[in-house]
């Protein structure tokens, strides 16, 4: 497993970084669990239904129990009239939390990585910059390396690859310090900086 180097203009060279053997024997189920976790965590939870205690009015019977040949009704406010409460509606109390370990949490990283480079898809260059701070520049960057996505993490981010890159759809710059194996694993290919990935690799 090996990261491919590339040069300035963002072209492949013969010269490689390998990951530590160990990445490869992870059990892959490490870096499931850690996505489930992760996507469990960012959901909004916001999705929320009265139930027929909860809406107003209601407090009067509508008509008397017998003798006006319809069906009987308590309530305005149960569930099968309009206007009613929800029964079995979505509420927002659920906790959606999944513990996950820190130790797990750097497995599933680590086999994200070894994914990665088991596809060639793990690109180290130098240092990334749009100068410019334009996205056409950036895009024929990301044309250039012909992958359908990629992640970008940068040692710092500096305002202007950031502008570059922010409207682009088929990348995502980062900073190291917001890498995590979900984004890792959900792009096609990883371009990192050098002393980015050398710092990811050494915390591992």
Request: charged letters at 25%; one cysteine or more.
């Amino acid at each position: 497993m090996k990261a491919l180097i590339l040069n300035e203009n963002y072209e492949k060279t013969s010269e490689n970084l390998a990951l530590p053997e160990a990445y490869a024997k992870i059990n892959p189920h490490n870096l499931y669990l850690y996505a489930k976790a992760y996507l469990a965590s960012i959901r909004a939870n916001t999705a929320h239904t009265k139930n027929r205690s909860e809406v107003s009015g209601g407090g009067k019977k509508p008509w008397r129990q017998k003798g006006r040949g319809g069906a009987r009704a308590g309530s305005t406010r149960t569930n099968v009239w309009v206007g009613g409460g929800v029964a079995f509606g979505p509420r927002n109390t659920k906790n959606y939390f999944q513990k996950i370990n820190k130790k797990q949490k750097r497995l599933a990283l680590e086999r994200a990585l070894a994914d990665k480079a088991d596809k060639g898809a793990l690109l180290v260059v130098e240092n990334f910059e749009i100068p410019s701070g334009k996205s056409k520049d950036a895009a024929s960057i990301i044309k250039k390396l012909g992958f359908k996505d990629i992640l970008i993490v940068k040692s710092l981010l500096d305002e202007k690859s950031f502008l570059a890159c922010r409207n682009l759809v088929n990348c995502y710059l980062v900073d190291i310090s917001e890498v995590n194996a979900y984004l890792l694993a959900v792009y096609n290919a990883v371009l990192i900086e050098k002393s980015a990935f050398k710092n990811l690799i050494k915390e591992a």
